[in-house]
C-alpha cells in the first residue's frame, strides 16, 4: 500500500463524491449504525424541524408513537392548534439539551425541576412550554393536570420506542436565576410572565456543558430503557434572534456548529446514538441555500423531500429496502398535517425584531 | 267578582326520533304532569328520523317515507315545523349519542396521559355536538329566537349489553366503566356551555339514572329489551324522570 488513501472509497473524495455528482446527485452521505424500519416504535422531540421528519416517517408507514394523543372528537385543526400530534409528547419544541434533560427530569421523578407556574390576566401558563395552549389554562390545577399527562406520556413514550429521534435546536436558552429552572422561551417574549433581568438570565451553553448535560440525558433514557436507540440531527434553521452580542449570522454559525460537533461527538462516543446529517443536506454550501425560503430561514418542502429521501436511500443502500408496515398507518389520536402547520415557538422573537 | 281566568297553556313541541316512543307512554300513563302545556309530538323513527332537514328555515322531511312517519308520528297534520310554530321546543334523543361520546371521552381522561384542559374539551365537545344534525338544527331554531331544550340520547342499558356488538362504544373502553359523578360532571358541563352559548338549554341524563360509568340502571330497560337486545330505548319511567328534568329546566 503505497498510502493510506488508495484503499478508500469513492466517497472519501471530494471529486467524485461532491464535485461530480452535484448537489441533486449526492449519495452515501450517511452510513446508518442501525435499521430503522417500519416495525420500530419511533419516538420524536426536539426543534421545530423534528415535525418534518416525524411527518415524513408517518407518510412512509412507519411506526410513530404519538405518545400523547388528542382527546376523541377533537378536530384536527384544533389538534393542531393545542399542539397534539406534532411531536411524540405534547412538550412544544425542546429547543435545548438542558430543556430535554428538565422533561426527563419531570418524566422520570429524578433530580429536582423546581417549580414555577406563570400567571397572567387570570390565565396560568406553563413556562416549560408557554405556548401549549393558545390561551393558557384555565386554573394552576388544571395546568399541573395537563403537565402530569405529559410526563406520563413521556415516561410511556421512552419505555416503549426503539427509536428516539432528538433534533437539536439551540444553545441559546434563558433560565431563572435563582432557581435554575430552564425556560422553553424567553420570558416577556411569550404571554404568561414579564421579562425580569434580575431573574431571567441568558445563558448560551459551551460544547462541555452541552455534552455533558446530553450525556446525563442518554444515560437517563436508557436506563429507563435499555433497548432505546437514539438518532440526532441538527436542525438547519437560522437562529431567529439572538441574546448574544454577535450579530444573529454569526450567532447561529457557532451555535449550530457547536450542536453539530455535539452529535457527531456523541455518535462516536454511544454505539446507540447516530447522527443523520440533515443539517449539512440543508446547510452545505454544496446546496447553495437552494432548499431555504426567501427569508433564508425556513425549510422548504423540497429540502425536506431531498433531507428525507436521502434518509430511507442510505437506510436502504445499508439494511436493505424495508416494507411499510399498514398496521403502523393506524395511529391514534389526530395528527397535525400541512406545511404552513409547523409549530416552532421561536418565531414568537421575531415580533419582537426592531 | 269575576273566577280569574287560567292562564294560557304553552304550546310544546318534542322533537325526536324512536325514544319518543318512552315520552309518550310515560305522558299516557300520567306518569309526568304536563298540565300547563299544550304537548305535542314530532319527527320519525329509526332511518326515516336520518331523512329530516333543515330546509327553507323549517325542519321538514326530505322524503315520502320520512313524510308519512312524521304525519304518523305527530297525529295533528303538521308536516314540518318552524321557530315560530310553539312557545317551547324540546329535542328528545334526537341521535346525540351519549353512547358515542361518554365512553371513549371517559377513557381518555382516565388514562396517565389523558388529561385535558377546560378548552381542549370545549373543542372537542363542540364538535360532537354540531356532528349531530338535530342538535345543529336545535341552534338554528334557538338563533331563530325559539326556546328551545335538548335532552341527548340516554346511556346504554346496563344488563341487555351484548359487548360485541356495542364493542365500539363500550367496550374498547374499560376505563370509562369505573368514572363516577366527579369524572362525568365535566363532560355534562361540556356539552351544557356547548349548548348554552348557541342559547340551547341542555338536560343531561340525571346521575341517579347511571351506574358503572357509562351505563344507564338496568331497571330502565323498557319490557322485552332483554329478548331484543335493545341496549337503546329506555322504559316510561325513565322518560318520565327525563321529562321532569326538562321540566324543572324550562319552568
Known sequence: ?????????????????????????????????????????????????????????????????????????????????FNYGIFSFRTGNIYTPAMLLQWLRLAFETGDV??????????????????????????????????????????????????????????????????GLHYALCPGTVPGAAFDPDLHRFNNADFASLARIMGQALRLLRAQNPRLRVLLTVSPVPLTATATPQHVLTATSHSKSVLRALAGELALKYRYVDYFPSYEIITHPVFRGMFFAPNMRSVEQAGVDTVMGHFFADQARVFGVSAPSPKAKELPGATADGEDDLRCEEEMLGAFAK | MPSQSKPPKKTLCIIGDSHL????????????????????????????????????????????????????????????????????????GARLRMAEFMPPMLHHMARPNGAISRAVLAAATERFVRGTRAARVAMHFAEAGARVYFAPTPLFTDGVIDFEKARWAVRDFPLAWAADVPQRAPLWQALSDIFAAAGVGFVPQPEDTICRGVFTKADYAPEGALDARDVVHKSPEFAALMMRACLAALN
Not at chain 1, 149 to 161: F, L, S, Y
Not at chain 2, 25 to 44: K, N, P, Y
Request: a neutral charge; one cysteine or more; proline letters at 7%.
Open chain 1, 1 to 81: 500500500m503505497a498510502n493510506p488513501y488508495q484503499s478508500l472509497h469513492d466517497t472519501a473524495f471530494w471529486r467524485p463524491a461532491v464535485a461530480e455528482k452535484g448537489p441533486l446527485g449526492l449519495s452515501g452521505l450517511w452510513t446508518p449504525k442501525f435499521r430503522i424500519g417500519p416495525q420500530d416504535k419511533i419516538i420524536t422531540a426536539g426543534s421545530c424541524f423534528a415535525q418534518h421528519i416525524s411527518r415524513a416517517l408517518r407518510a412512509r408507514g412507519y411506526n410513530w408513537l404519538n405518545a400523547e394523543p388528542a382527546p376523541p372528537f377533537l378536530p384536527k385543526a384544533a389538534a393542531q392548534q
Open chain 1, 114 to 179: 423546581p417549580d414555577e407556574i406563570w400567571q397572567q390576566d387570570g390565565r396560568f401558563f406553563d413556562p416549560l412550554r408557554p405556548v401549549i395552549e393558545p390561551d393558557g389554562f384555565a386554573t394552576e390545577a388544571e395546568l399541573r393536570a395537563a403537565r402530569q399527562a405529559t410526563q406520563a406520556a413521556i415516561a410511556q413514550g421512552v419505555k416503549t420506542a426503539n427509536l428516539l429521534v432528538f433534533t437539536l435546536g439551540l444553545t441559546e436558552g434563558w433560565e431563572n436565576a435563582q432557581t
Open chain 2, 21 to 92: 316512543g318512552s315520552v309518550k307512554r310515560a305522558l299516557d300513563a300520567g306518569l309526568v304532569d304536563m298540565a300547563g302545556f299544550d304537548t305535542e309530538f314530532w319527527g320519525a323513527q329509526g332511518p326515516a328520523f336520518r331523512q329530516l332537514n333543515l330546509i327553507d328555515g323549517a325542519y321538514r322531511a326530505q322524503t315520502p317515507q320520512a313524510a308519512e312517519a312524521v304525519l304518523q308520528i305527530n297525529g295533528r297534520g303538521r308536516a314540518h315545523v318552524a321557530p315560530g310554530d310553539f312557545d317551547i321546543f324540546l329535542f328528545y
